[in-house]
C-alpha cells in the first residue's frame, strides 16, 4: 500500500526529558504514532513523525509551542522481510526519482514495515511504485504457475 502522509520535523532543545514530554503529551491525545526518527544537532534535535492522525498531533504540538515544520511524505507498505526496503530505492532510483531521506518501522500489522519517503517528485514516486506492485504481483503468479506446472511435470 502506498499512501501520502503528514509528517511533521518538530525542533526540540537538547534539554532532559523533551522528547518524553513530547511523547507523553501524544499519548494523553492518544495519538497513535505511525514512525518516527530523531536526529541531533548540537542546540537542538529535529523530531520527525508521522502521526495517524495528523490533526491531533499539530494540535499538541502547537499548544506546547513547538516549532515545527510540515512536508508531504510517502508512506510505502511492505512486507517486513529482507530485500524489500532495496527494491523500492532501486525501483525509485531506476525511474529517476532521488530519495531526499527515509526511515521506517520495523514490524507493523500483518508482518509488514512501512518506508516513509521523503521524494522530489511525489507524483512520479506513486506511479512508479504502483507500477511496481502490480508488475511484482504478475511475477510471483508466474512464478507459482511454473512451480506448479514442474509439480505436475514430474508425478
Known amino acids: 500500500m502506498i499512501d501520502t502522509l503528514t509528517q511533521f520535523s518538530v525542533f526540540l532543545g537538547n534539554k ?18 505511525v514512525a518516527l526518527t530523531m536526529m541531533d544537532a548540537s542546540e537542538h534535535g529535529v523530531l520527525r513523525i508521522v502521526a495517524r492522525n ?3 498531533a499539530r494540535s499538541v504540538f502547537n499548544n506546547m509551542n513547538l ?7 510517502l508512506g510505502v507498505t511492505m512486507p517486513n522481510k529482507p530485500g524489500m526496503l532495496a527494491d523500492v530505492c532501486e525501483k525509485l532510483s531506476a525511474n529517476r526519482v532521488p530519495i531526499s531521506y527515509l526511515y521506517s518501522t520495523t514490524g507493523a500489522a500483518g508482518g509488514k514495515a512501512i518506508g516513509i519517503f521523503k521524494v522530489q517528485n511525489m507524483a512520479k514516486a506513486i506511479k ?10 504478475d511475477m510471483k503468479g508466474n512464478l507459482r504457475n511454473m512451480q506448479r506446472a514442474a509439480g505436475a511435470a514430474k508425478r
Open 16 to 33: 532532559p526529558d523533551t522528547l518524553g514530554r513530547v511523547c507523553r503529551e501524544l499519548a494523553t491525545a492518544k495519538i497513535n504514532i
Open 54 to 56: 495528523p490533526d491531533k
Open 128 to 137: 512508479v511504485l504502483e507500477s511496481k506492485r502490480a508488475s511484482s504481483k
Open 67 to 73: 516549532s515545527m515544520t510540515e512536508a508531504t511524505v
